[in-house]
């Protein structure tokens, strides 16, 4: 698994390295101090697993990972136990205090093993099984694609809706119709995107459209130009 260490401090990425020399499954591919600089790693060598510090000159650790189109899986190193406890509630596969204890390491990264083997070919487009981070204020998550049932635009952001909660991340939705795959997320109308798998009932509607109802209740209007598209993808 390609790894990579992120960290403001030389010596305590120097330090990491060393204690991961051991394991055989983890393969250090590139060291960074800054997260514009492993925002650029992170797309020049597709590593499969970041180290990763919280805080650090500039953006910190959680605005780097914001600013991913794909998030590798997270080890969070950090000096700060109430800043990686309380600070976010994400799905990390770890975090790991400052000194590092190699016991606790090994602990960390036998959580890999568990993990489901993924396609490492590189893609440009996400899939429903990719991980998204969302970072909304002081709340962050790492979020499964198919967990998101609706995308709506709002000025330059987009409202993410999953589960309970509906987050505003800087991104064009337009932006995110290209990223991502058509057969399972579809451009109901020009300010909203569904997920297919969570249509439950389609209506006709005025002018040739039609009235969507998702399993959560929410209603989506899709446009007379896109309901024929839809009809075909939804097996009318």
Same mark, same amino acid.
């Given at each position: 698994?390609?790894? !990579?260490?992120? %960290? /403001?401090?030389?010596?305590?990425? #120097? ?57 590798? +899986? ?6 700060? /136990?109430? +800043? ?9 596969? %770890? ?9 606790? !390491? ?23 099984? /990719?991980?998204?981070?969302?970072? %909304? ?30 987050? !505003?991340?800087?991104?064009?939705? #337009? #932006? ?6 058509? +057969?399972?997320?579809? *451009?109901?109308? *020009? ?8 249509? /439950? ?8 459209? !039609? #009235? ?16 024929? *598209? ?7």
């Amino acid at each position: 698994m390609k790894a !990579l260490i992120i %960290d /403001d401090e030389r010596l305590a990425r #120097n330090e990491l390295g060393r204690l991961l020399q051991p394991f055989a499954n983890i393969e250090v591919v590139g060291e960074a101090a800054n997260a514009d600089e492993a925002e650029k790693l992170v797309g020049e060598l597709k590593p499969d697993l970041l180290f990763l510090d919280i805080n650090m000159p500039g953006k910190d650790g959680f605005e780097l990972l914001a600013a991913l189109e794909v998030v590798p +899986h997270v080890i969070f190193v950090t000096a700060y /136990d109430e +800043h990686a406890v309380q600070a976010f509630e994400v799905n990390a596969l %770890d975090y790991l205090l400052k000194p590092i204890d190699p016991e606790r !390491l090994g602990a960390a990264i036998s959580k890999l093993a568990q993990l489901p083997k993924e396609n490492e070919a590189a893609r440009e487009n996400l899939t429903a099984e /990719d991980r998204i981070f969302i970072k %909304d204020g002081e709340k962050c998550w790492f979020v499964t694609l198919k967990e998101v049932r609706l995308f709506e635009s709002e000025g330059n952001y987009v409202r993410v809706r999953f589960g309970e909660n509906k987050p !505003l991340v800087l991104r064009s939705l #337009n #932006n995110l119709e290209k990223k991502l795959d058509p +057969h399972v997320y579809f *451009r109901a109308n *020009r300010k909203q995107m569904i997920n297919l798998a969570f249509v /439950d009932k389609i209506e006709p509607w005025f002018s040739g459209g !039609l #009235n969507c109802t998702l399993s959560t209740g929410e209603v989506v209007e899709v446009s007379r130009r896109q309901a024929l *598209r839809f009809k075909e993808l939804m097996s009318l």
